[in-house]
């Protein structure tokens, strides 16, 4: 079983989330080059929902990809910043030697500036030879020293700008390709609300009802959970029942997929990754017969959808914008993969 931090203060939002971008690339994302939005004539209401709940797949695999971007930005900007403040006291250090070496060059010139042997014979006290003389090698041999550290300090120093560089590029890259996840998930969800437009109000209620069967609101559970905290999981997202599914929120008023396991987790004490794909990984896989309430369930060969189990084989889950946390059959999407956390 994988090990898991304590949840802290962390985490997305619908309030806080990945808000890096300058006004000019959200005004990007009018340019971006998709298909025509509107339904053709010829569009049966049939075709219509094919097609919305297509749009909404392709929505959310770009939704876990921006969170799994936005992960890793918020890690490379973090090692970014550990690395400038290691460079800075790198930076210090090498300041600091070289102010050693200045002060010992300085006295080691006043203390040679005349020869030991004629020093004797000028001094009122000649028994102090010895120590003067082993005095002026003790000041040559920390000033080798001293040379050394500080040679050692500089290539340190260089070694860590170099790294934190490569860290800041790599998190401008991350925090370009959140950017990119983001308008590609606000393109594929205008085009569908557009398509759902194009159909007039009886064929939408049609939709809605199409989009809701099997879904349901009461709780169908049973079982025992396999945990303390998976137990409290499960608690969690059945609070959650009814509340909208927002692409990137973590709650606590509404949720997309990852969102809800993620936040209902967080308030059993355990953080989990924020991405679907990654909470697959979570913990041990187990049969989907085996599986447990508490138990996360990822769909799609991709993972890019999670729900909860919750026994009698049901999931708690956020299933798609336009519609509420719910309770549906386990087996609603292919390619189930059972992790307990």
């Keep these: 079983m994988a090990s898991h931090r304590r949840a802290g203060k962390t985490g997305l939002t619908q309030s806080n989330r990945i808000t890096m971008l300058p006004a000019a690339a959200a005004t990007a994302a009018v340019a971006l080059s998709i298909a025509p939005a509107a339904a053709e004539p010829q569009d049966t209401p049939a075709e219509v929902r094919s097609a919305v709940g297509r749009l909404h797949v392709e929505a959310e695999r770009a939704t876990e990809r921006y969170h799994a971007a936005g992960e890793r930005y918020r890690r490379l900007s973090a090692e970014a910043g550990r690395l400038s403040d290691r460079v800075a006291r790198g930076q210090e250090r090498v300041n600091r030697l070289r102010g050693v070496l200045g002060s010992l060059a300085g006295a080691q010139y006043r203390a040679g500036g005349v020869d030991p042997a004629v020093r004797l014979?000028?001094?009122s006290d000649p028994d102090t030879y010895l120590d003067r003389a082993v005095t002026l090698n003790r000041i040559s041999e920390r000033q080798a020293g001293e040379l050394r550290s500080l040679r050692r300090a500089q290539t340190e120093l260089r070694e860590e700008r170099a790294r934190a560089a490569r860290r800041i590029a790599a998190a401008e890259r991350s925090r370009k390709a959140v950017s990119r996840h983001k308008r590609t998930v606000e393109a594929r969800l205008a085009r569908a609300q557009r398509l759902l437009d194009s159909l007039g109000p009886?064929?939408?209620?049609?939709?809605?009802r199409a989009a809701r069967d099997g879904g349901r609101t009461e709780f169908p559970g049973g079982g025992t959970a396999a945990s303390g905290r998976a137990a409290a999981a499960v608690a969690a997202a059945r609070a959650a029942v009814g509340r909208p599914y927002v692409w990137g929120a973590t709650g606590p008023g509404s949720f997309d997929c990852s969102g809800l396991t993620y936040w209902s987790y967080q308030q059993a004490g355990v953080t989990l990754p924020r991405t679907s794909q990654a909470q697959r990984s979570a913990g041990r896989r187990v049969p989907l017969s085996e599986a447990r309430p508490g138990d996360l369930v990822t769909y799609?060969?991709?993972a890019s959808h999670v729900g909860m189990?919750?026994?009698n084989g049901q999931i708690v889950h956020a299933p798609h914008p336009g519609a509420a946390v719910r309770y549906d059959p386990?087996?609603?999407?292919?390619?189930?993969?059972?992790?307990?956390v």
């Design 309 to 311: 189990y919750v026994g």
């Design 202 to 208: 009886e064929q939408r209620a049609d939709h809605r």
């Design 300 to 302: 799609r060969t991709d």
């Design 330 to 340: 386990v087996g609603l999407m292919p390619n189930a993969t059972v992790t307990r």
């Design 121 to 123: 014979l000028l001094s």
